[in-house]
């Protein structure tokens, strides 16, 4: 059962534009909602997360948005340049001792110069 | 660069074997988390490990099995490979287990079985 549905799997943004991602879960436990970035060959590093007492989070060009009765939230990123183009992550994990991240499928974000 | 080393970065093996895989967490780091990434899956998570101890299990098979040492650095075994398992293997960590949510990924080792 997939947990966090994410769209679109590709996107193709010019310079200077936003660029947004969206994300719905279904398990209402979900407490932690974080945005992964990851370029071809590294990890997945960490850019952005948000709790669900809030509706928006913003930090430099990034921005996640957040509709906890919709169970949605996505990613803008603005003035979109082509040193942003990698695949973007969403994820969500709930309360527990446990922390373990349920990942969406994935953006391919494309920034054309 | 996350603080987080995984060993080795490439491993080629045929079916069957059995190989390990190495990670070490960020100093101060408790909690390891092993992911696997393929192409039809997705990023998944397989198995969590804090302080020594297995804190929680996901899509591992039985063929896989992992453990933490005194130290905190982790290891994750496949045996009996088969063809679907090539994929890349990440190793995360954190500060704690249910406190800080932050998990920071390793670089991955990536496992071609052929």
């Known amino acids: 059962q997939q947990q966090v549905k994410q769209s679109p799997q590709s996107l193709i943004v010019q310079k200077g534009g936003i660029s947004i991602i969206n994300c719905a879960y279904e398990n209402t436990a979900f407490d932690y909602f974080p945005w992964y970035q990851q370029f071809p060959g590294k990890g997945p590093a960490l850019l952005i997360a948000?709790?669900?007492?809030?509706s928006e989070k913003k930090e430099g060009r990034f921005t996640i948005s957040f509709n906890k009765s919709a169970k949605q939230f996505s990613l803008h990123i603005m003035d979109s340049q082509p040193g942003d183009s990698a695949t973007y992550f969403c994820?969500?994990?709930?309360?527990?001792?446990?922390?373990?991240?349920?990942f969406g499928s994935g953006t391919q974000l494309t920034v054309l110069p | 660069d996350s603080g987080v080393t995984q060993t080795p970065k490439h491993l080629i093996t045929a079916t069957g074997q059995r190989v390990t895989l190495r990670c070490s967490p960020r100093s101060g780091d408790l909690s390891v988390y092993w992911y696997q990434q393929s192409l039809d899956q997705g990023l998944q998570f397989l198995i969590q490990?804090?302080?020594?101890?297995?804190?929680a299990k996901g899509n591992i098979l039985e063929r896989f099995s992992a453990q933490q040492f005194p130290d905190l650095h982790s290891e994750l075994n496949l045996s009996s490979l088969e063809l679907g398992d090539s994929a890349l293997y990440f190793c995360a960590s954190s500060v704690a287990s249910g406190v800080n949510y932050e998990q920071y990924f390793g670089p991955g080792t990536r496992l071609t079985v052929t």
């Open positions: 994820a969500a994990t709930t309360s527990g001792s446990a922390r373990q991240l349920t």
């Open positions: 948000i709790r669900p007492d809030v």
């Open positions: 490990y804090y302080n020594g101890e297995e804190r």
